[in-house]
T-cell receptor, first 111, second 113 residues
Framework: DQQVKQNSPSLSVQEGRISILNCDYT??????FLWYKKYPAEGPTFLIS?????DKNEDGRFTVFLNKSAKHLSLHIVPSQPGDSAVYFC??????????FGQGTRLTINP | DTGVSQNPRHKITKRGQNVTFRCDPI?????LYWYRQTLGQGPEFLTY????????KSRLLSDRFSAERPKGSFSTLEIQRTEQGDSAMYLC???????????FGQGTRLTVV
């Protein structure tokens, strides 16, 4: 059962524009959602999180939006920079237990 | 604080051999997690510890897999009688108790030939 889904395997965005990465989930018991960024040959690095009782969280160039009724969250990166090229994973967590990850979206920022 | 450390970074083994990986979490982090990642997929949960107690094991963790965290510090993941399907990146992560953010190591890439 795929509790967290990232339906876009890849996304290509021009430098300076907005990148929008999407994530859908089925488990309504998730307390928090997190976004991780992964470069090749490295472990995932935490980026930003959002509580299930919030609908928006912002940290610098990164903003996460949560739509609980649609069971959908998105990560906005503005402006996109070449260093943002990586694989992005969204994950849900319930009761401070384990993280459940989506399949990931490969973001490529073009100069 | 040097972060989560995993050894070895790479392991090539013949089918049927046993392998053991080590993870040193961030000091004072109570929780330690093991994940497995295959190409094109997100990390899949295998097991986690709170201190030395193993609190949950995934159905993915067959009886060929065993994990320990004997003194609540470092952890080992052993795979017995490796199969080609075990080829993957094995990731370890740690977090403070009840904190949601987990910090990952760089992983151990296993190749079974």
């Amino acid at each position: 059962d795929q509790q967290v889904k990232q339906n876009s395997p890849s996304l290509s965005v021009q430098e300076g524009r907005i990148s929008i990465l999407n994530c859908d989930y089925t488990n309504s018991m998730f307390d928090y959602f997190l976004w991780y960024k992964k470069y090749p040959a490295e472990g995932p690095t935490f980026l930003i999180s959002i509580s299930s009782i919030k609908d928006k969280n912002e940290d610098g160039r990164f903003t996460v939006f949560l739509n609980k009724s649609a069971k959908h969250l998105s990560l906005h990166i503005v402006p996109s920079q070449p260093g943002d090229s990586a694989v992005y994973f969204c994950a849900g967590i319930q009761g401070a237990q384990k993280l459940v990850f989506g399949q990931g979206t490969r973001l490529t920022i073009n100069p | 604080d040097t972060g989560v450390s995993q050894n070895p970074r790479h392991k090539i083994t013949k089918r049927g051999q046993n392998v053991t990986f080590r993870c040193d979490p961030i000091s004072e982090h109570n929780r330690l997690y093991w994940y497995r990642q295959t190409l094109g997929q997100g990390p899949e949960f295998l097991t986690y510890f709170q201190n030395e107690a193993q609190l949950e094991k995934s159905r993915l963790l067959s009886d060929r897999f065993s994990a320990e965290r004997p003194k609540g510090s470092f952890s080992t993941l052993e795979i017995q009688r490796t199969e080609q399907g075990d080829s993957a990146m094995y990731l370890c992560a740690s977090s403070p108790y009840m904190n949601t953010e987990a910090f990952f190591g760089q992983g151990t890439r296993l190749t079974v030939v």
